[in-house]
């Protein structure tokens, strides 16, 4: 990810003129983060004894209109608290999340009045819930319950805090589906960590940035990186507005007629793509891939700026080749380029499809900023996408190595050195105050994850030299693709790859703040 503000226009700018947890998670895992404690929180009915239903189906139902004696959603006398009891405990964001809850689909069904940012909509979610806890937790901020169904029933429900408490039957499966009907005219807002995420309005319509808490904001979800799951999402505009969202198209829609999108292939809440207004879907050609294949290539843009398309998915192939041959084949189904009228500088590796602010491409010809970008998004795609952090605090694993990968590729067409990125950015960090493996909230963002964390990348390729280092980079990526991980299983690929302990050097550059002073020899 790149978005503007804060440190990171400044290093665009000074570049331009210039030329730690232990726990993984796996997709399908169900489990909670060292500490976390198992949920307790018990349902009741209005008259005081537990609640109890049928078995729910496997599939999800549409939802039915609640009944009358429903319980309304309003707060408990005594609600529990919400990080330890409902959270996943994550150290950056202990409240996202919830224990012993796996989802393993959204259907995500809008009906958007575009103009006012304001919607309703159902969300579907099949997930499998430990057998013993008695609720479904989903962060859900800000947003208008109507009804909630888990199966075929109508079930009680209750807002505490920012988390959506769904009450489950005694006697269930460990498989369940829900079915959540709401509606919300969400907003921008600042997150913790200092950056906007939630719903953008703008002139033309509309699009979502969720890392690292904004799904929760326009959808109820278990919105964090460890929890992958298979996407569905119908998507009803007024007009002719285009709909843009990740997977594969499967309807185009037109007024009144919803737009269909299915992302088979497991995602977390963060890389979720929607994208509404005067835009033109584009196939490309597809671009080949290293393994013998293809990968299929859909954009979207502006009309303004279909027409300049070509030199960016020009760029776009020969970064697929050279990223391909260093950290092993194109990894998802297909790709693509969205052009967004949002801010300068902004950019999102929503899964399968990167987003750009189109006003960053309206040029004659690429440059500096232009082919950084495009090779930071392409490579997350790689390194994010399809392996996802367990926690916030390994986004090093996603944004230290996307650097790094635009790094490589600004001296591969000769636009800067690495030696001078690598240089300059070593110097810099020896200003940080915080460990690029041990970050804070307020700095997840900052440059100690971004270019102040590829220098550890740098460093370690050094260390272990270059055969190994590529060899580390493409099993990481083929041993883990479709889940999410966590640092220390980094370091125990990167010790077994290399065949040396390698705690000293994570260590001195991984969770020192001040570093060596001179790159390994």
């Avoid at 983060?33 to 009915?45: E, H, K, M, S, Y």
């Avoid at 099949?126 to 609720?135: N, S």
């Avoid at 006003?359 to 090779?375: I, M, V």
């Avoid at 190595?401 to 020896?430: C, I, K, M, N």
């Amino acid at each position: 990810m790149r978005r503007p503000g804060r440190w990171m226009i400044m290093a665009l700018v000074v570049a331009q003129s210039g030329c730690a947890a232990d726990h993984s998670v796996e997709t399908e895992a169900i489990g909670r983060l060292p500490g976390a404690p198992v949920p307790t929180l018990p349902q009741t009915d209005p008259d005081g004894t537990e609640s109890s239903g049928t078995e729910p189906p496997t599939e999800p139902t549409e939802p039915t209109a609640p009944p009358s004696t429903t319980v309304p959603n309003v707060s408990t006398t005594d609600p529990p608290d919400v990080d330890s009891e409902l959270g996943l405990g994550d150290e950056m964001f202990p409240e996202l999340g919830a224990p012993a809850v796996d989802v393993v689909s959204y259907d995500v069904r809008l009906d958007v009045d575009a103009d006012a940012g304001a919607f309703e909509g159902v969300v579907g979610v099949v997930a499998d819930v430990e057998l013993g806890v008695r609720f479904l937790a989903l962060d859900a901020q800000q947003l208008d319950i109507a009804s909630v169904d888990v199966g075929a029933d109508a079930a009680e429900f209750e807002l505490i805090g920012d988390e959506l408490v769904i009450g489950l039957p005694e006697e269930r499966d460990e498989r369940v589906t829900a079915s959540i009907a709401y509606a919300a005219a969400p907003n921008d807002v600042y997150s913790e960590a200092g950056l906007p995420a939630g719903w953008f309005q703008t002139s033309s319509g509309s699009y979502v940035l969720n890392e690292p808490d904004g799904a929760r904001r326009w959808m109820p979800a278990n919105d964090h990186p460890s929890d992958k799951a298979t996407w569905r999402f119908e998507i009803t505009v007024p007009g002719d507005e285009t709909v843009s969202a990740n997977g594969e198209l499967t309807q185009r829609g037109s007024a009144g007629t919803p737009w269909i999108w299915e992302m088979d292939e497991p995602m977390s809440t963060y890389l979720v793509q929607l994208v509404i207004g005067d835009y033109e879907l584009v196939d490309s050609e597809p671009i080949p891939s290293i393994d013998g294949g293809t990968i299929p290539m859909l954009n979207l843009a502006p009309t303004d700026l279909v027409d300049d398309l070509p030199p960016m998915l020009e760029e776009t192939a020969r970064q697929v080749a050279f990223f391909e041959e260093r950290f092993g084949p194109y990894p998802l189904a297909g790709y693509g380029l969205a052009f967004v009228d949002s801010t300068p500088g902004l950019a999102m590796e929503t899964q399968g499809r990167s987003m750009f602010d189109a006003g960053d491409f309206r040029r004659e010809q690429l440059g500096y900023l232009q082919r950084l970008l495009l090779a930071h998004e392409l490579a997350h795609q790689w390194f994010g996408n399809a392996v996802s952090p367990a926690t916030w605090s390994d986004i090093w694993l996603n944004e230290s190595f996307a650097t790094y990968s635009q790094w490589l590729w600004l001296d591969e067409v000769g636009v800067d050195t690495l030696d001078r990125l690598a240089g300059d950015a070593l110097s810099q960090r020896q200003n940080g105050v915080h460990s690029t493996g041990d970050p804070v909230v307020e700095n997840l963002f900052g440059f100690e994850s971004y270019d102040g964390g590829a220098v550890i990348v740098h460093a370690l390729r050094l260390t272990i030299g270059e055969d190994a280092f590529f060899d580390l980079l493409r099993r990481w990526i083929f041993d883990n693709v479709g889940t999410s991980q966590a640092t220390a299983e980094f370091i125990e690929l990167a010790e077994e790859v290399a065949g040396v302990d390698l705690q000293t050097f994570f260590d001195e550059w991984l969770y020192a703040t001040d570093l060596p002073d001179d790159y390994p020899a």
